[in-house]
């Protein structure tokens, strides 16, 4: 890949604070240079020191987007959570290909996206390439306003709330999906997408940047109809638990499993077996094999208990006003 991979040491996006404890260190295989992860005491974790702003495009394999594509329910269950607004205005940010502003064009709504890498896109349409927190856009603008597993990848996550604020209308919608840093093993199993993954949330963090920036909690979500997420490597953190942390995730990891990162493996059922049988060792398929199942029970449990791996966010601007007007009336 492209070179090393600068870094800069950072403060806590949320609170502003230094003071952090080292979670997990973990080497990337893209870059193979390796990143920690740290949590601050206000509860956000995040990459620390952090890729600069000019390396952030080279984090990113060329492969990144292959095996991504959403099914088309997985689309039909994104656009389900926007408003009732024919002719609404709608921007997504982190459009990737723009595959989400197509199928909400379709539905009724006048779309465009930003994104920051230029993603191989062979239809169309409305997507401006840049940094949205320097792009001049108009404001109290939009009716809706989307990222889909986009906020953890930001440097700072506080700018990106502030601009979806000044960008959407008085009591315009706010939908995102982030990373729940709280979900049950997710803290200690390394299965997050190091560093491109750069910040880790909670719904408290998540409640916390929406207040801070005008705009309340309409409704989150804890299941898995869009993204997915697993804690796996629990296992052998467990066995290899006795020593104290910081850990480092090539001691804990499913190896089995991170197989996958190869894009070609992903949804190939028979030959990720076959890749499996010929590059991880006996002893440790078992522990693999054990470690999924654990990781898979986990997943549905979280979501049971709506403390779920990744989570789906509507806020509203101004949306708690708007709550006490209507239980006024009501
Ligand atoms: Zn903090």
Known sequence: MGGLIETEYTTCDLCGSEDQTLLYSKIDPVTDQEFHVVECRCGMAFVNPMPSEACIPKLYPPDYMEGKELMDSRYSRMLDLLPDEAGGRLLDIGCARGDFILRAQRRGWSAEGVDLIPWNRSEHPSILIGDLIEMDLPENYYDAITAWAVLEHVRRPSLYFRKVSTLLKDKGLFIFIVPNFDALGMRRSCSE?????????????????????????????????????????????LLYGLSPRPRHCSAIENRSVSLLRNAQLRGNLLRWLSEVRSRVKPSDMLLDALD???????????????????????????????????????
């Open 292 to 330: 999924l199942a654990m990781g898979v029970a986990l997943s549905k449990w979280s979501s049971l208990i709506r403390n779920y791996g990744i989570i789906t966010v509507i806020a509203s601007k101004n949306g708690e006003k708007k709550l006490r007007e209507n239980q006024k009336t009501s």
């Open 193 to 237: 997408d190091i560093p491109r993954h750069l910040w880790l949330f909670t719904t408290r963090s998540v409640k916390s940047y929406l207040e801070k920036n005008g705009m309340d909690v309409v409704r989150i979500m804890h299941n898995s109809s869009i993204y997915t997420a697993y804690p796996f490597g629990l296992l052998r953190d």
